[in-house]
């Protein structure tokens, strides 16, 4: 073989070589940027989920304190009802 043969061999595995890294590089950053991108959504389903635990909480204590003051409404009212007969009276 001629020497010019021998190099160009030589620079077309060495192009090889680079172009094998460089996608090995690509695929290896592609699956980090995936790992991280399902990571961010797992976050985000938790966060959602978490709000939602929050609203419902603060959901029911509001609905306790509404039970609560019409509660004592009606209270108000029984007392006014009573003060009313006694002035009738």
């Known amino acids: 073989m001629s ?4 190099i160009a061999i030589i620079v077309g595995a060495v192009i090889l070589i ?3 890294v ?3 590089r690509k695929a290896a950053q592609r699956r980090q940027l995936g790992q991280a991108q ?3 959504q797992r976050d985000d389903v938790q966060h959602h989920r978490s709000q939602a635990e929050e609203r419902r909480v603060e959901s ?3 609905e306790e304190r509404a039970k609560r003051i019409s509660t004592e409404a009606d209270l108000h009212e029984e ?3 009573r003060r009313e007969a ?3 009276n």
């Open 3 to 6: 020497t010019i043969a021998v």
């Open 18 to 20: 680079a172009l094998l």
């Open 22 to 24: 460089s996608a090995s």
């Open 38 to 40: 399902t990571s961010a």
């Open 60 to 62: 029911a204590a509001a």
């Open 79 to 81: 007392r006014a009802a």
């Open 86 to 88: 006694e002035l009738g």
